[in-house]
């Protein structure tokens, strides 16, 4: 079955202690249930007599080969970038920008956020937050430019920076804005 699913790209894999299947998208995991019974229909197609291939202990026998052959190294992830999947891509931070770029089963993503990424995109209910608890135009670029500081490894001596593999929750800003 792996063999198969090689040569039609369906990409299954036994990363850690869990199977996955590429959907298209990502990487979703499977019940040990469903894959019992994928890989008993499996048999099925490939001429195991029905009553053998829907048999309990045939089907735990099919898992355990399987669960032994399908293991899959989970890809490295790469420090320099950060990857959030989207429904129509994956977005890529790096240290010389953002893009947008096809579904990838190499990234081993194994979420998706329910929203598409659109350059042109607004957010007027958050805007007017902003407008109403920082009406002072400066104290709105300074929270922005802190935003954006919060994920970046800045290199003083260099004049450098790189992506942050985690949020820093050690980064505080307070904003007064006087207003008369």
């Not at 190294?73 to 096809?102: H, M, Q, V, Y």
């Not at 820093?168 to 007064?176: D, S």
Request: proline share 5%; charged share 25%.
């Amino acid at each position: 079955m792996l063999e198969v699913a090689k040569e039609n790209r369906w990409n299954l894999a036994k990363v850690y202690d869990f199977v996955y299947i590429f959907n298209g998208c990502y990487w979703q995991q499977l019940e040990k249930d469903e894959l019992k019974s994928l890989l008993g229909k499996a048999a099925i197609t490939m001429g195991v007599p029905d009553y053998d291939a829907t048999h309990f202990d045939f089907k735990d026998k099919l898992l355990k080969q399987f669960l032994t052959a399908g293991h899959v190294t989970a890809p490295k992830k790469n420090k320099d970038s950060i990857l959030i999947n989207l429904t129509n891509g994956t977005f890529r931070f790096s240290p010389t920008g953002g893009e947008l770029s096809e579904f990838n089963p190499k990234d081993f993503l194994t979420n998706q956020l329910p929203f598409e990424y659109s350059p042109a995109a607004e957010c007027p209910l958050f805007d007017k937050f902003l407008l109403k608890v920082l009406p002072d135009q400066d104290c709105r670029k300074v929270l922005q430019e802190f935003c954006g500081s919060i994920f970046c490894k800045i290199n003083h001596e260099k004049g450098t920076y790189a992506y942050r593999k985690w949020f820093k929750w050690e980064k505080c800003i307070f904003l007064m804005c006087y207003v008369p």
